[in-house]
């Protein structure tokens, strides 16, 4: 089970960090590749990042340069720091755990809203 904290409403220009942890998860946490994707309404679910097990990270354009996806295996934790925010960065975001066929699993969401 995955649990997405640390959503909320901020103005534009500001920055949250959201939280990810993975309480139930053994050591395989360290295995998975970890992401967060985000759905706006009436928009289809969008990757934000991700971050694989050896570290090696992945950005959509739009938050390139602004979003920081980070990971602590030793707390089973991942998360996603958001400077810069614009309007275009609301939605619900959800944490995803995946590993080829056999892992896929996402949290209950946070809610992000950016007001002008």
């Known amino acids: 089970q995955l649990q997405a904290s640390g959503g909320g409403l901020v103005p534009a220009g500001g920055s949250l960090r959201l939280s990810c942890e993975a309480p139930?998860?053994?050591?395989?946490?360290?295995?998975?590749?970890m992401g967060w994707y985000r759905q706006a309404p009436g928009k289809q679910r969008e990757l934000v990042a991700n971050?694989?097990?050896?570290?090696?990270?992945r950005y959509a354009d739009s938050v390139k340069g602004r979003f920081t996806i980070s990971r602590v295996n030793a707390k089973r934790t991942i998360y996603l720091q958001m400077n810069s925010l614009n309007t275009e960065d609301t939605g619900v975001y959800y944490c995803?755990?995946?590993?080829?066929?056999?892992?896929?699993?996402w949290g209950q969401g946070t809610q992000v809203t950016v007001s002008s």
């Open positions: 139930g998860m053994d050591f395989s946490f360290s295995m998975n590749r």
């Open positions: 971050i694989a097990s050896n570290g090696q990270t």
């Open positions: 995803n755990a995946a590993r080829g066929t056999t892992v896929d699993l």
